[in-house]
């Protein structure tokens, strides 16, 4: 029994040790990315979100929401009055604020690490904009009625950081949008398949328990007003549907709008 207990933990051993192996292709991958981010004076953190934006936008103009971005934006429409200041971080080109303008919400300022996304954002929209990092934005305390981010926060090292910036700003509320919820199937599928802990596209994705954010956010003054889960896949509009007519209640992505409290 203790031969056969000592194989098994061996094993074992092997066996997990083997999911943190670093594949070579990601080997590569950091070395040009290093390179990169060398040639361009940049810290590796602030190289990859810059390069993100770009590759998020790189057609170079504003881009067309997808259906299940518009669930997200639609609720955050729902808890935004026309005459309100809206700081969207991480706005990019301007996506969000195109829907938001066009469904009347004007007074917007969209704020990107990004500056060339920031020139096309203001020439096609011609709405203010604010080159800064969102985890310090050195605005003033409650600059802001609303704080809006889209698909951004996730691309945050310690999104956390980002969070604590959005609560600084905003004066009344935050409004999160689109951003993945944390997965224990999707990691187990990963881990049983031995994956590259780099995607090939070259992505890192934050992903947070609801909860935790809106604790997070309880402590940073803020109550959760809206909350919504929701169902995103690469599969196709068909798939989407159908998770999310069956298990309503469920979802990889979540939407959620926090009003300060005092």
Not at 15 to 38: G, K, M, P, T, W
Not at 46 to 57: F, G, P, T
Not at 175 to 187: D, F, V
Not at 228 to 251: D, H, M, Q, S
Request: with cysteine; aromatic share 10%.
């Amino acid at each position: 029994m203790r031969g056969r207990m000592g194989v098994f933990a061996c094993s074992s051993c092997f066996v997990i040790a083997s999911f943190h192996r670093l594949h070579s292709r990601d080997l590569q991958y950091f070395r040009e990315f290093a390179a990169q981010a060398n040639a361009a004076g940049r810290s590796l953190q602030d190289h990859y979100l810059v390069i993100q934006k770009v590759q998020r936008n790189e057609k170079g103009g504003v881009h067309t929401l997808s259906p299940h971005e518009l669930r997200g934006i639609r609720l955050a429409k729902e808890h935004l009055a026309p005459q309100e200041s809206c700081l969207i971080m991480g706005g990019g080109a301007g996506g969000e604020a195109a829907w938001l303008l066009d469904h009347g919400i004007r007074n917007i300022t969209c704020l990107d690490i990004s500056q060339g996304l920031l020139e096309v954002c203001a020439k096609e929209l011609g709405i203010k904009t604010l080159c800064a990092d969102m985890r310090a934005t050195k605005l003033p305390d409650r600059s802001f009625d609303v704080v809006v981010t889209h698909r951004s926060l996730h691309h945050l090292f310690y999104p956390f950081a980002g969070l604590e910036e959005f609560a600084r700003v905003a004066r009344r509320k935050v409004i999160i949008i689109n951003e993945p919820i944390r997965s224990g199937l999707k990691s187990a599928v990963r881990r049983i398949r031995r994956g590259r802990i780099i995607s090939a596209a070259g992505i890192y994705e934050y992903q947070f328990n609801v909860d935790d954010v809106s604790r997070y956010m309880f402590f940073s003054g803020f109550r959760p007003e809206a909350v919504i889960r929701y169902w995103e896949t690469t599969k196709g509009p068909i798939l989407n549907a159908i998770l999310n007519a069956v298990f309503r209640f469920a979802g990889n992505r979540f939407t959620a709008v926090y009003q300060r409290l005092a």
